[in-house]
Structures are given as structure tokens and as C-alpha cells.
């Protein structure tokens, strides 16, 4: 049951199998070598995880793999060529692979750090690519971009294996995506911030035609902030205790939730929520006035903090969850 990573792995090619029949599609496949890079990361990625899942790895081994896959892909053009450090500051070829590396590293354990409850990871992946599919779409509109973009394709397969794997994971799960499944989804998520900010003209945005210069790189990741932010804090608290950061305990944001009295169910559906909040707020962000954005943010940060502390009316159920007690290892 925890190879469950192996569908989702069957559900990214079954997804772009299909994108590549659609004649709108043509622009992403035809003579690029995008396609190339992102499935030979995705395939290196998945054998990792097939290993660890199977027989375990030690955090080294694992993380020289993500290393391996990342830079694959960035190698085969899946990079990230500049950034807007004192107007545009276009990367040389080393830099832009070790920036590429780290980002997709990063995300990679970001995700994997988060797969903690039954449903946690797929819902919060689901809720992220989505908001970041509408954001790609309309920022493509925007500035006369193709819109049939990889960036925009992995979105929406990121949805659909999101969502076509909840069914059978959520509490109580008959089936858990694994290493294989968390790495993959994280190496996804990156690979669609990473192709999107690659197909956005600098020129253009410094020159103010849509947005801040700074936001298609900064928003992409505050689709992600929640695993995000749950992975810095692991590290530091790990390191500080003199621990290594990638060894597991229950001091995730997830467990929190849990020991505040909420049961598992409840907990997944808060940390959906938080999620859904910060996407949402940086969407609002991106094509809304700031002040819409900011009271609308402040609402749905009110709603949010309300429904976390209010532990009262939740019931036992599920509070000691059999997934957390079965791969607590992952992070």
C-alpha cells in the first residue's frame, strides 16, 4: 500500500500522453526538449523513491538523488535563466543550474517533509497547482504569451493526480503515495514554477506592463508557502537540538494541530484551508488592487484562525493517525 506513488507516476504520463493529442498542445511537444527533461527527473525520481519506499535509503543517498534528478532536468533546459537583481539579471549556465538544483531540491523536501497525515500532501499539492494553473493562464493572457505552456500542462496534471489519488488516501487511507509519490509531486511543482518564470520576458515586466517584476518568481512559491515554511522550521528546530534535519519527530505543523485536540480529518482540512489561503491571498495579490487583496486576506486569516482554535466541538477521531506511525520516517 505504500507504492501508491507508482499511480501517481502513471497518472503524470496518462496525463501528458493525452496533452499530446490535443493539436493546442503541439507547441509544448513539438521539437522541445522540456517534455525530455521533466520525465527524465520524474524517472530518476521515482526509481529513488521505489528504492527508499521499498528497502529505505539514508538521508545522503536520498538526497543525492534528488540532486541527480534536478539537475537533469536543468541540464536539458528546465532552468531557471534569470532573475531580477538590479533590473534583469540574466544567470551564466553554472549559476542557473545551481539555482535550479536548489530550488527543485527545496521543493522536492518540502513536500515530502509535509506527508505526514492520510490526504495531507495530495489535498495540499491539489489546492497549490491549482492556484498556480490560474495564475500561469492569466499571466500568459496578460502579456500575449502562449498559453498552452508546460508550466500550465503540469498544473493541471498536478490537479488531477492530486484529486484522482484523495479518494483512497485520505483517513483512513487503504493506500499512501510514499517517497516515490511525495518527491514526485514536490519535483512536478518546481518544474512548473521553474518552466513558467523561463517564459516570462523580463523586459516586458520591468517595463510594467502587468506586474512587479519580482512577483513571477516570488508567487509561484507562495502557492507553496505552507510546506515550505513546515520545512524551514524542521530544519531549524532539528539542527538547533543537534539533530540531524532530515530525521523524523512530531513537531510538524500537522502534529500541532493534532495535540491542540483536533482530529486528524479536521487537521488535514485546516492545513487544505491555510493553504488555500495563502494561494489565494497571492493570486488576490497579482491581479487585484492591494487593498481588495488585503481585506479579503484579513477575512479569510480571521475565518482560518477562528476554525483552528476552536478545539471544543471536535471529536477523538482519528487524533493517533496509522500513516504517521508507518512512514513518521519521511520527515
Sequence with gaps: PRLGGLAMAGGLLAGLLLASKLPMMSAVFDGSTTIVALLSGAAIIVMLGI????????????????????????????????????????????????????????????????????????????????????????????????????????????????????PNNLFPARIFMGDTGSMLLGLLLAAATITLSGQVDPSALSSGVFLPTLLPLILPFAVMALPLVDLVLAVIRRTRAGRNPFAPDKRHLHHRLLEMGHSQRRAVSLMYAWTALIAGAALAVAFFPLIYAGVGTAIGVLIVVFLVTRTSAVSGEGKVEPQNRRIGRIG
Excluded at 71 to 84: D, E, K, T, Y
Excluded at 141 to 166: D, I, K, N, P
Aim: charged share 10%.
Design 51 to 166: 528504492v527508499d519506499d521499498k528497502w529505505g535509503l539514508d538521508a545522503p543517498t536520498k538526497l543525492a538523488g534528488q540532486v541527480l534528478a534536478a539537475g537533469v532536468m536543468a541540464f536539458q533546459g528546465v532552468a531557471i535563466i534569470w532573475l531580477p537583481i538590479g533590473g534583469t539579471f540574466v544567470l551564466d549556465p553554472l549559476t542557473s543550474v545551481l539555482l535550479t538544483v536548489i530550488v527543485v531540491v527545496v521543493s522536492i523536501n518540502a513536500i515530502n517533509f509535509v506527508d505526514g497525515l492520510d490526504g495531507l500532501a495530495a489535498g495540499i499539492v491539489a489546492v497549490a497547482a491549482g492556484a498556480f494553473f490560474v495564475y500561469a493562464y492569466v499571466l500568459s493572457v496578460e502579456l500575449g504569451l502562449q498559453r498552452a505552456t508546460l508550466a500550465t500542462l503540469v498544473s493541471v496534471v498536478l490537479v488531477g493526480m492530486g484529486l484522482g489519488f484523495l
